[in-house]
């Protein structure tokens, strides 16, 4: 069994700055890809930002330039830096992740979400 536990969610004016951290536990020999993910009132779940495990990234266009996704290997913690936050930022935001068992099975795991909401 794997954990992604999700943590830094809050409330933040319009104009600020959250730092999302998600940390993998359990059952793990190896981690490839990683990745966030959000999902407004309304809106399908989007795809922000994706990290291999070399440290490889891809953003989408709503969020280039403003959000940075980074990943600590040692830690199977990957983060997410969001600034210029502006309203329509909120929503609850995931991580998810690749994993391969030690029995050399491959999953893919998601976090419970945690709420991100950016005031005018």
């Known amino acids: 069994q794997v954990q992604l536990v999700e943590s830094g969610g809050g409330l933040v004016q319009a104009g600020g700055s959250l730092r999302l951290s998600c940390a993998a536990s359990?059952?793990?020999?190896?981690?490839?890809?990683m990745g966030w993910y959000r999902q407004a009132p309304g809106k399908q779940r989007e795809l922000l930002a994706t990290?291999?495990?070399?440290?490889?990234?891809n953003y989408a266009d709503s969020v280039q330039g403003r959000f940075t996704i980074s990943r600590d290997n040692a830690k199977n913690t990957v983060y997410l830096q969001m600034n210029s936050l502006k309203p329509e930022d909120t929503a609850v935001y995931y991580c998810n992740a690749d994993v391969t068992t030690p029995r050399w099975v491959k999953y893919n795991y998601w976090g419970q979400g945690t709420q991100v909401t950016v005031s005018s």
């Open positions: 990290i291999t495990s070399g440290g490889r990234t």
């Open positions: 359990g059952s793990i020999f190896l981690i490839n890809t």
